[in-house]
T-cell receptor, first 112, second 115 residues
Framework: KNQVEQSPQSLIILEGKNCTLQ??????????LRWYKQDTGRGPVSLTI?????NTKSNGRYTATLDADTKQSSLHITASQLSDSASYIC???????????FGKGTKLSVKP | GAGVSQSPSNKVTEKGKDVELRCDPI?????LYWYRQRLGQGLEFLIY????????KSGLPSDRFSAERTGESVSTLTIQRTQQEDSAVYLC?????????????FGSGTQLSVL
């Protein structure tokens, strides 16, 4: 069964600290892996999209990694800001048509 | 428009009533998706439209759910005889075309509460 599992479920960090969110997937055939940020009361916004051949991709203070062999991805946030408080959703695209399998998200709270 | 627009942003209804949710995609985007997001759960695919092709309705949970889209413009999602388990955020997304690497742009969603 195609699944995307994220950990931790929630995380609280202090402003300025770094953190890493994890994503494991069992999706086949794999097309790409995406990370989205969803602020409370808003729709998800794309942070990164990585294909099979990409190991890492950055978007400002966000860096995503992908290990297609172990089917794991991580999202690293550097020097966190209060505005980083949101849910971070890992999404894996399946097959040529791009059926999207969504994880439940990690809720990040950045405290001053 | 500048982004995907959804209305209403919030809807409170009584069990058994029908509701209609609206999505206005980004101009020029041929692909339009509806998703449901229950509290603490991942997004669930409901239905997908691509241009004038037949929609992919494989995610609709029951025959109480239906959706329409005229050409490449506005879409409406209708839920008939609402039940309490229909309470969720309903998200609409659009993309230029449907392909594996295409970026999706989401609206802010409609928070539906069925009392």
């Amino acid at each position: 069964k195609n699944q995307v599992e994220q950990s931790p479920q929630s995380l609280i960090i202090l402003e300025g600290k770094n953190c890493t969110l994890q994503c494991n997937y069992t999706v086949s055939p794999f097309s790409n892996l995406r990370w989205y940020k969803q602020d409370t009361g808003r729709g998800p916004v794309s942070l990164t999209i990585m294909t099979f051949s990409e190991n890492t991709k950055s978007n400002g203070r966000y860096t995503a990694t992908l290990d297609a062999d172990t089917k794991q991805s991580s999202l690293h946030i550097t020097a966190s800001q209060l505005s980083d408080s949101a849910s971070y959703i890992c999404v894996v695209s399946e097959g040529s048509q791009g059926n999207l399998i969504f994880g439940k998200g990690t809720k990040l709270s950045v405290k001053p | 428009g500048a982004g995907v627009s959804q209305s209403p942003s919030n809807k409170v209804t009584e069990k058994g009533k029908d509701v209609e949710l609206r999505c206005d995609p980004i101009s020029g985007h041929t692909a339009l998706y509806w998703y449901r997001q229950r509290l603490g759960q991942g997004l669930e695919f409901l239905i997908y439209f691509q241009g004038n092709s037949a929609p992919d309705k494989s995610g609709l949970p029951s025959d109480r759910f239906s959706a329409e889209r005229t050409g490449e413009s506005v879409s409406t999602l209708t839920i008939q005889r609402t039940q309490q388990e229909d309470s969720a955020v309903y998200l609409c997304a659009s993309s230029l075309v449907r392909s594996a690497n295409e970026k999706l742009f989401f609206g802010s969603g409609t928070q539906l509460s069925v009392l």
